[in-house]
């Protein structure tokens, strides 16, 4: 799997995802999942799996260095203080000295963006994290950001899958060289199914899931992070490098696209637009 470059990151084109998963399960999943190959986990202080996911990265045997690990900060952990101390306890939790990134998970109105980005910069010049970044932020958020922030972003992670259109946010992201991380990108499972994605998976004798993953990661600066609880999908859903879909499969992909495409909808999220 190929790593995309973003502001001075290499990062693994295709994560786990680790949302809802949690306890020994957790473990043995991220644990089986670097063992299979997986080179890159994504978690949150919010996901309530940290512990598990640090257990999982001990018990696999891969190097730790060999590992792009992100976690996130809380939207309730934005302001100056808070936020490194969220940091700390995200990487005692982990039980390791540093994570690759760090990303403010959600926007909050209530905390000036900058005093954040202060923040963030702050935890990566003590060497907690490699890199920062962000997610869920619309273009002026994103704008506004980059702007503020005394250290280089190098992702916004978004939900992104056949179904929801994210030309605006991704125009932007590259406009700052900043990469996108595709969170649903399967859109949690419904693209199994769905003619379209049927069609093409036939022809390539895959399947619409290896499809969709296929999809995000050939677009530049895209990062896929599908979760599976199975260790079977696990394997599946990383099998996605030996085919390439043709101009007309990408543009038919992207069509599927329509207004109430959108899954993650919370109280706190900002306006899409
Ligand atoms: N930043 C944010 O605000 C945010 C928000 C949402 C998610 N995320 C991150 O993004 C990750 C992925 O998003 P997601 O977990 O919401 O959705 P997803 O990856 O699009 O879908 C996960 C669902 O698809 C199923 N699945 C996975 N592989 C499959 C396969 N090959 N065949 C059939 N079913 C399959 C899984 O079920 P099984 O477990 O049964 O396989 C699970 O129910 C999360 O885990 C989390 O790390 C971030």
């Not at 934005?78 to 940091?87: C, H, I, K, T």
């Not at 923040?119 to 970044?133: E, F, P, Y």
Request: proline share 5%; hydrophobic share 40%; aromatic share 6%.
């Amino acid at each position: 799997m190929h790593k995309v470059e973003s502001n001075g990151a290499e990062i693994p084109a295709l994560g786990l995802g680790t949302w809802d998963i949690r306890g020994a399960q957790c473990v043995e999943i991220v644990a089986e999942g670097l063992r299979l190959g997986y080179r890159h986990i994504d978690t949150a202080q919010g996901y309530d799996n940290e512990r598990e996911v640090g257990k999982g990265l001990r018990a696999s045997g891969v190097a730790r260095d060999d590992v792009f690990l992100t976690t996130k900060v809380w939207h309730d952990k934005l302001n100056a203080g808070a936020l490194e101390r969220s940091a700390e306890e995200s990487i005692a939790r982990l039980g390791v000295d540093h994570v690759d990134l760090l990303l403010v998970h959600w926007p909050n109105p209530d905390v000036p963006v900058k005093e954040t980005m202060e923040a963030m910069a702050r935890v990566r010049r003590s060497g907690l994290t490699r890199h920062i970044g962000v997610s869920n932020f619309t273009v002026p958020l994103i704008d506004e950001a980059v702007a503020v922030s005394p250290e280089p972003i190098v992702t916004n992670q978004v939900e992104y899958h056949p179904y929801l259109d994210q030309t605006k946010i991704m125009d932007a992201c590259r406009r700052h060289g900043i990469s996108i991380t595709a969170y649903c990108p399967i859109a949690r499972a419904k693209v199994i199914g769905d003619p379209v994605m049927e069609e093409i998976a036939a022809r390539h004798s895959r399947n619409p899931v290896q499809v969709a993953l296929r999809w995000l990661v050939q677009q530049p600066g895209v990062i896929a992070i599908p979760r599976t609880s199975s260790k079977t999908r696990l394997a599946e859903n990383l099998d996605i490098d030996g085919f390439s879909l043709t101009n007309d499969e990408m543009a038919a992909i992207a069509d599927l696209a329509r207004p109430d495409g959108r899954i993650v909808n919370v109280a706190w999220a900002p306006e899409w637009d």
